[in-house]
């Protein structure tokens, strides 16, 4: 993969070897991790990673990093450090224990930038809620819950041609025809209603208007 972008913090060594081994990535380092969210790691180019060596940090609250939307590597030297100070890896970020094949290195990243734009395709924003489609979930304000595979579609179908009638979502999701009477559609819309009411407090999330039906805005 090419026209990576390596933002590396916590050790010049590190970033010094990468430049002198000339991998012809774009190289950026800083001694320590500044939270700032103006800074051009938070307005990353495409193929940005980061690549941070946690316990060379003088950072008291390393936890707020992760408030950054960046595929990352740890290296670490204490395999547990990131289990001590309560921090959880994103699906797009990984640790390696030091000391590593450095060639090796090139094939991780690569596999990590694959993994997180698989990551970041999966992810759908409809109005306040994040859909992850690949884990089958719902997301908002930290409250997430599971979707069956049927409420999956009939959200992605409704968010794609907001307005569609019973029989259209039948044919889509079920592949009913459009003749055949089912209750199918009316079950699965009442168990989604509860879901979203239940965890989201959200009356309105589908609604309905002359016997269409819309995702409310």
């Known amino acids: 993969m090419n026209n990576i972008n390596l933002h590396i913090s916590g050790s010049r060594i590190f970033y010094n ?3 002198e081994l000339e991998f012809n990535y774009s190289l950026s380092f800083q001694e320590f991790l500044i939270l700032d969210k103006n800074r051009d790691i938070n307005n990353k180019k495409e193929n940005t990673v980061r690549i941070v060596f946690p316990e060379e940090l003088k950072l008291l609250e390393i936890k707020f990093f992760f408030l950054e939307d960046v595929p990352t590597i740890f290296f ?3 395999k547990n450090f990131l289990l001590r100070n309560k921090i ?3 699906d797009f970020h990984v640790n390696l224990l030091l000391p590593i094949d450095i060639l090796s290195f ?3 990243l690569n596999i990590l930038l694959t993994k997180y734009h698989f990551f970041k395709k999966s992810k759908i924003m409809i109005n ?3 859909i992850d489609s690949n884990q089958r979930l719902i997301k908002k304000d930290g409250v997430k819950t599971k979707l069956t595979e049927k409420e999956m579609k009939l959200i992605l179908f409704l968010n794609e041609s907001n307005g569609l009638n019973k029989s259209i979502l039948l044919e ?3 592949s009913h025809n459009s003749e055949l009477e089912t209750h199918a559609f009316e079950t699965h819309l009442h168990r989604l209603r509860k879901k979203i009411l239940k965890f989201f407090k959200d009356k309105n999330f589908i609604i309905e208007k002359n016997s269409f039906y819309f995702l409310s805005k």
């Open 76 to 78: 670490l030297r204490d």
């Open 17 to 19: 070897l990468i430049n």
């Open 172 to 174: 889509k999701i079920w």
């Open 106 to 108: 090139r094939e991780i």
């Open 128 to 130: 306040n809620y994040e």
């Open 88 to 90: 959880k890896l994103l």
